[in-house]
């Protein structure tokens, strides 16, 4: 690169990204998407792997990708509505009161002819899409097999003062995810 085309390196777009701007949304359970108060991009690290050398320093090699987990909270609605339909999603992925429980969820958010090895009626995809400065989406972060591993709890409390709503959070595993343009639908 000369020094006479530095500019053509820079940012053209002298906006920031802001941490308010998103919407997260969630197939399987819609009414915690419209709830969400916080969501993150969830961090990335390359695994290596070390090559041992006779008598010389490990070689460290590329290795794969490992993906964090993702964290949402929301405010949980009077009636348990949002907080319910991950509770649900839990207990069916993991060991209910009985069969019946997991069948039923299933059938319910899967194709009930092909009750095994489904693992759409499992997982959901969901999309955390950013919005630039003027809330119009901008890019969508893309994770692809979603399912809940963890729920927080709700704490009641009478000592409060103030009328806090409570929030709840719920962290999921997924495959992968992708950062994607919003108008082409490609990756950045």
Known sequence: MSAQNWYQDQLTNKNFLSPIGFVFLLEKSRKVSFLCQK???PELNLGDVSVPTRGLVRVPLEGNIQYGDLTLDFI?????RNYMEIHNWLRALGTPD?????TSWMMEHGDSKNLKN???AKTSDGTLQVLNNNNIANFDVVFEDMFPVSLSTLDFNVTNT????LTASVTFKYLLYEIRNTNQRTRR
């Open 76 to 80: 949980v609605d009077e009636d348990l």
């Open 118 to 120: 489904n693992r759409m």
């Open 98 to 102: 009985n069969y019946g429980e997991r």
């Open 162 to 165: 103030d009328t806090d709503y």
């Open 39 to 41: 969501a993150s991009i």
